[in-house]
Antibody
Framework: EVQLLESGGGLVQPGGSLRLSCAAS????????MGWLRQPPGKGLEWVLS????????YYADSVKGRFTISRDNSKNTLYLQMNTLRADDTAVYYC?????????????WGQGTLVTVSS | DIQMTQSPSSLSASVGDRVTITCRAS??????LNWYQQKPGKAPELLIY???SLQSGVPSRFSGGGSGTDFTLIISGLQPEDFATYSC?????????FGGGTKVEIK
């Protein structure tokens, strides 16, 4: 059974940093691209970043470029999201998600989400 | 960026109804269109990928169609567990973008 478990969310001040983790199990982690997506309270879904199974290519939304970094440790089956220079409009539930296959951009498994609140 | 526009933004329907949700892309995206279902407080779940392919485990009352710029999600015979928000997503080009969602409520 595929499981994705996010952690690391919480309250942070504007300009601060936070690191999210996503522990994966139930599939061959290194074989699949992974992504981080977010959903501001009461709003729609937004793709944020993704990277290939080997981690050699990363893709970013313009809204987070230069501030957020996605990485993975395939030996630990874990995906990371380093968030720096956080802004109020980064407030959202952050989901890690497994790509369907072939770096398609379709996500067939999602974690339960972790809430990041940026506020003073 | 490719803009995805869903309609309606919400609808009320009864158990057993046939429900149609549409999604329009601001430019041609071939069949690079997925549909997700999301219930309150839960993560999205993939229903349909590549416009018309049913994700494993999804009931056959869900179907998707379309190509180019116009797409539909049809629920044939709405069930109580189908009351949720449905969102389309294009994977034709980066950034990946989603529609604003359609909330299906009980009439």
């Amino acid at each position: 059974e595929v499981q994705l478990l996010e952690s690391g969310g919480g309250l942070v001040q504007p300009g601060g940093s936070l690191r999210l983790s996503c522990a994966a199990s139930g599939f061959t982690f290194s074989s699949y691209a992974m992504g981080w997506l977010r959903q501001p309270p009461g709003k729609g879904l937004e793709w944020v970043l993704s990277l290939t199974g080997s981690g050699d290519r990363t893709y970013y939304a313009d809204s987070v470029k230069g501030r957020f970094t996605i990485s993975r440790d395939n030996s630990k089956n874990t995906l990371y999201l380093q968030m720096n220079t956080l802004r109020a409009d980064d407030t959202a539930v952050y989901y890690c998600a497994k790509d369907y296959g072939g770096n398609s951009g379709a996500y067939n498994f999602w974690g339960q989400g972790t809430l990041v609140t940026v506020s003073s | 960026d490719i803009q995805m526009t869903q309609s309606p933004s919400s609808l009320s329907a009864s158990v057993g109804d046939r429900v149609t949700i549409t999604c329009r892309a601001s430019q041609r995206i071939n069949s690079n269109l997925n549909w997700y279902q999301q219930k309150p407080g839960k993560a999205p779940e993939l229903l349909i990928y590549a416009a018309s392919s049913l994700q494993s485990g999804v009931p056959s009352r869900f179907s998707g169609g379309g190509s180019g710029t116009d797409f539909t999600l049809i629920i044939s015979g709405l069930q109580p567990e189908d009351f949720a928000t449905y969102s389309c997503q294009q994977t034709y080009s980066l950034p990946l973008t989603f529609g604003g969602g359609t909330k299906v409520e009980i009439k």
